[in-house]
């Protein structure tokens, strides 16, 4: 039978196709990592990898038993989870993902009160777009996401955190700028820029232009908040923009502006995701009702669910 060790390794070459990186992640030596996917091979009588001096390949039974050892490794991280549940909670490492529109802006406002409560308490946090995110919640490799809500996933399990406003963002010069707060029907017909096809904001940005009138920009994306900013620097177009990002790179410097919409404003909700079967939702509830706590202190921006 396979070893966890040896399931491991070959979930790791799975995920870099590259036997030093995979090595790497696995705090190991390429020697070690090689010769123990070959012990497995011939524990089982297939050939898993293809080797040449130029690529790595999965064979497709391969691909296909690494994928099970994927479920099998994270069933073993369930149960080391249940084991850990009946000791001190929120001490050890949670694997964390969180989108790129929100974890530069949102992590600094909670990070330093976390480790002066919890010091044992370790996060390792992931940036990345929702598909590449929700895939590792599901496969294991991540055992919480801050993410967009709603999220319709049976699978999943979800908790409701902050409401962010959204915030026309605009050149300083521009007519908009003049006001204090800017009507929703002044949006009809201008140009609108967005990040690219795949975050959760496009989306909603979307969905903004076609209620509002304005012209959602396809020839000009971002990949960042920050490219956008300086788009619109540039005179390219106008933004809408999430509240903490504003807080963090509009409100402090002068190459643009940001307002808020009048009425009824457009926000996005962030929440926390799990597995629905995790061992950990205790402490992952106990974490959401610290985090809720800090954030009516560190961001008044926003409006706490919990």
């Not at 490219?227 to 410097?253: D, F």
Request: with cysteine; proline share 6%; charged share 25%.
């Amino acid at each position: 039978m396979p070893s966890f060790q040896q399931l491991r390794y070959l979930v790791a070459v799975a995920d870099f196709l590259h036997f030093r990186r995979a090595a790497e992640a696995c705090h190991v030596t390429q020697p070690t990592l090689s010769a123990q996917l070959k012990e497995l091979e011939q524990k089982l009588g297939v050939q898993l990898v293809e080797r040449s001096r130029t690529r790595v390949l999965l064979t497709p039974i391969g691909a296909r038993i690494a994928e099970r050892g994927r479920l099998v490794l994270r069933e073993i991280d369930e149960i080391r989870a249940l084991a850990k549940s009946g000791q001190a909670m929120l001490e050890g490492t949670i694997r964390i993902g969180v989108v790129q529109s929100l974890g530069s802006y949102f992590l600094p406002l909670i990070v330093p009160d976390l480790h002066e409560t919890h010091p044992r308490l370790g996060l390792y946090m992931r940036e990345g777009l929702p598909q590449m995110l929700l895939r590792g919640i599901e496969d294991g490799t991540l055992d919480l996401l801050f993410f967009p809500l709603p999220l319709n996933r049976g699978e999943l399990a979800s908790l409701p955190l902050f409401r962010e406003p959204i915030h026309v963002v605009a050149p300083r010069d521009h007519r908009l700028a003049a006001g204090a707060s800017v009507d929703p029907g002044q949006l009809r017909g201008e140009t609108i820029l967005s990040l690219e096809p795949g975050h959760k904001l496009y989306e909603q940005v979307r969905g903004l232009c076609d209620e509002y009138g304005a012209e959602l920009s396809h020839d000009y994306e971002g990949t960042s908040l920050d490219t956008l900013r300086q788009m619109v620097a540039m005179g390219m177009g106008i933004s809408l923009m999430p509240a903490l990002y504003v807080k963090s790179e509009v409100a402090h410097q002068d190459i643009v502006v940001a307002r808020p919409l009048k009425g009824a404003a457009p926000s996005r909700t962030i929440g926390m995701v799990w597995r629905r079967q995790t061992a950990r939702e205790a402490e992952f509830r106990a974490l959401a009702a610290l985090i809720c706590g800090i954030l009516k202190n560190t961001a008044p921006e926003v409006a706490v669910v919990a």
